[in-house]
């Protein structure tokens, strides 16, 4: 299914205007993950190079791009806040974790200006896949504007990187989107890492985290 979808997003960038495929495009990649993030806006890159469109044009087609991202990543941000709320509320005296626990990492992210270019440096380089941050974010109830300025700034220069990958060769395109799914593992796991280290950084998170492993060594051990 994922693959037919991929086929038809290609396919409709020959079919309709670019910017309306990029804004169309770049949503539904941002909502289904399985999508690979390279696959829209280097295809813009390539019908780019193939039109000879100018340097305004590029920039007008990463932020419009982007702009749709953004919505799409509030959207993972809202539907993760609430899904908390509920699996808080229904199974969190189970785990011994309550709001409380959960809104100290957030607290330990918001107003910190270290951690807003960290948030915008993740969505930016390639390596990092976009739906996790969206649901973390969304998790920890990270500031709504600083969560929207990340990013949407780092959604701009991704789609950049991303456009001029398709602008630079065809063959080149093609050997990075075969290594993409590796490429993109990597990027989980260091992804994993860096929520670790900051969650078990903070004082509050510690005993989260603490609460979260008791249960796993319960749950199998039984």
């Keep these: 299914m994922i693959e037919s979808l991929i086929q038809w997003i290609e396919n409709l960038s020959q079919l309709i205007p670019l910017p309306l495929f990029v804004v169309l495009g770049?949503?539904?990649e941002e909502i289904i993950a399985p999508i690979p993030s390279p696959l829209v806006m280097t295809s813009a890159g390539t019908i780019i190079q193939s039109r000879g469109q100018s340097l305004f044009y590029i920039l007008f087609i990463a932020i419009i791009a982007a702009l749709s991202k953004?919505?799409?990543?509030?959207?993972?941000?809202?539907?993760?806040?609430?899904?908390e709320d509920f699996l808080v509320s229904k199974f969190g005296n189970m785990l011994k974790i309550s709001h409380k626990d959960i809104e100290g990492i957030g607290k330990h992210f918001n107003n910190t200006r270290r951690d807003d270019v960290l948030l915008f440096v993740l969505r930016a380089i390639p390596l990092f896949p976009n739906a996790p941050i969206s649901i973390f974010c969304g998790i920890i109830k990270l500031n709504l504007r600083t969560y929207i300025t990340a990013t949407f700034a780092g959604s701009v220069v991704k789609n950049l990187l991303y456009i001029y990958a398709g602008i630079v060769s065809l063959s080149y395109l093609e050997r990075f989107k075969s290594s993409y799914e590796l490429v993109e593992n990597i990027g989980y796991l260091v992804?994993?890492?860096?929520?670790?280290?900051?969650?078990?950084?903070?004082?509050?998170?510690?005993?989260?985290?603490?609460?979260?492993?008791?249960?796993?060594?319960?749950?199998?051990?039984?």
Excluded at 70 to 83: E, G, H, N, P, R
Excluded at 207 to 212: D, F, H, P, Q, R
């Design 26 to 28: 770049s949503f539904l």
């Design 191 to 222: 992804l994993v890492l860096i929520i670790c280290y900051f969650v078990v950084k903070h004082q509050r998170s510690k005993t989260l985290m603490e609460k979260v492993l008791d249960f796993l060594k319960k749950t199998f051990r039984k």
């Design 70 to 83: 953004t919505v799409a990543s509030v959207l993972w941000y809202v539907f993760s806040d609430k899904a």
